[in-house]
């Protein structure tokens, strides 16, 4: 079946007892059992909801898995993961990446002795180099937030198996629509659901998909166990969003591309941050790994000036000054003060962001009202 179509019908039984088409939200903390222990699979909804059910069997079909499991919010489903681990155990972890995941990691797992090691995952032979026997979890994501950059999850995925690691994939940028790791041999795929899943801006969610029934029960035990679990209106906005994601996704993709050509020949822009560019380290990868680049692009303005930056930054009319993305309107960000404030500046230096990156959102309105919009903001 083709991506559409499985879009459209994942997870979308008609209600057995109604026939209505669209999965009712289950609003419900319990289910009456029959006698003690004698029940329809539903005891309690923090383990069980009808409606989440449907949306975790939609998450496993659109992202190529056999499981699903779906969180009240993309830093819980990484929590979730992290917690497979124990202490001593170590994480080998990109170096640029969503800077919530970052502060999960330094900030709350570090002090129960989990490790983290952090490199450029661009070159996998870095990742080799940092396998010891005491690594059990490899974190990649491609392209990363905010800078756009490719791993190689096929490469990547090879030297974890031989060394008997799990791979976990944040697939939040691409989207199931542009690139699916498990296919390309990663373990795990995570999504920010949030983003391009929900694609409204209308919800906090996660998404964890995997093959492996034995990962998929520990993960179900950690799901259950701690509670981060989301409620049956978000997963069914999130199911609703998820029908739509090629129609979406098409139009970012056909977005991205006109504004990031039409930003790159700007005289006031700098360096321009997209896998579509032949020039982008990545792009050879992102070819063969994703299916188009996505509506994701960063900038750097040439005046690096923080005047500029908050004149450029405070401009826009259609592009909203806001945290996030994916949604179906165009967002402007400033992941220096925004979204990876969270790590230290001389850590994002280091990585190469810097202080006048810009980042875009590009959402699916008209292309030319978009591309109007940044030119009487930049100028
Ligand atoms: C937003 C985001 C997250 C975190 O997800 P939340 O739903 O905000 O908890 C993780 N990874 C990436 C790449 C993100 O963009």
């Not at 009319?317 to 790590?343: C, D, Q, R, W, Y």
Request: proline share 5%; aromatic share 8%; glycine share 8%.
């Amino acid at each position: 079946m083709k991506i559409g179509t499985k879009l459209i019908h994942a997870g979308a039984e008609p209600d057995p007892s109604t026939g209505a088409i669209m999965t009712p939200i289950y609003q419900t903390s319990t289910y009456v059992q029959e006698a003690p222990g004698v029940n329809k699979g539903f005891e309690y909804a923090r383990s069980q909801n009808p409606t989440r059910k449907a949306l975790e069997e939609a998450l496993a079909i659109i992202e190529n898995g056999k499981f699903g499991l779906a969180f009240s919010s993309g830093v819980a489903a990484t929590d979730a993961v992290i917690k497979l681990l124990v202490p001593g155990d170590e994480v080998i972890a990109a170096s640029d990446m969503y800077g919530g995941t970052y502060r999960l990691f330094t900030k709350i797992f570090e002090k129960f002795g989990i490790r983290f090691v952090y490199v450029d995952t661009t070159d996998p032979s870095n990742i080799e180099k940092a396998i010891t026997p005491a690594t059990k979890l490899i974190w990649l994501e491609t392209p990363t937030n905010p800078l756009m950059n490719i791993t190689d999850i096929a490469a990547v995925a090879a030297i974890s198996k031989k060394a008997k690691t799990i791979l976990c994939v944040d697939n939040t940028f691409a989207s199931p629509y542009l690139q699916n790791p498990l296919d390309l041999g990663a373990d795990l795929v995570m999504h920010s659901s949030t983003k391009y899943l929900g694609g409204h801006s209308d919800v906090i969610q996660g998404a964890l998909v995997m093959n492996d029934p034995a990962l998929r029960e520990q993960l179900y035990f950690i799901q259950k166990s701690c509670g981060a679990v989301p409620g049956p209106m978000d997963c069914f906005l999130v199911l609703r969003g998820i029908k739509t994601l090629h129609v979406r996704m098409k139009e970012h993709c056909l977005n991205g591309a006109k504004i990031a050509v039409w930003l790159k020949q700007q005289p006031k822009v700098g360096k321009v941050y997209w896998p579509g560019f032949e020039d982008h380290p990545g792009h050879a990868i992102a070819k063969t790994q994703m299916r188009d680049f996505g509506g994701m692009i960063s900038f750097e303005l040439k005046d690096e000036s923080d005047a500029e930056l908050k004149r450029v930054l405070s401009s826009t009319k259609v592009f909203a000054l806001a945290e996030s993305l994916g949604g179906v309107e165009s967002l402007i960000n400033h992941p220096a003060s925004m979204t990876h404030a969270s790590i230290p500046r001389d850590e994002r230096i280091k990585n190469g962001l810097k202080d006048s990156l810009i980042r875009l959102s590009v959402g699916i309105e008209d292309a030319d009202d978009l591309i109007e919009d940044l030119r009487q903001a930049i100028g």
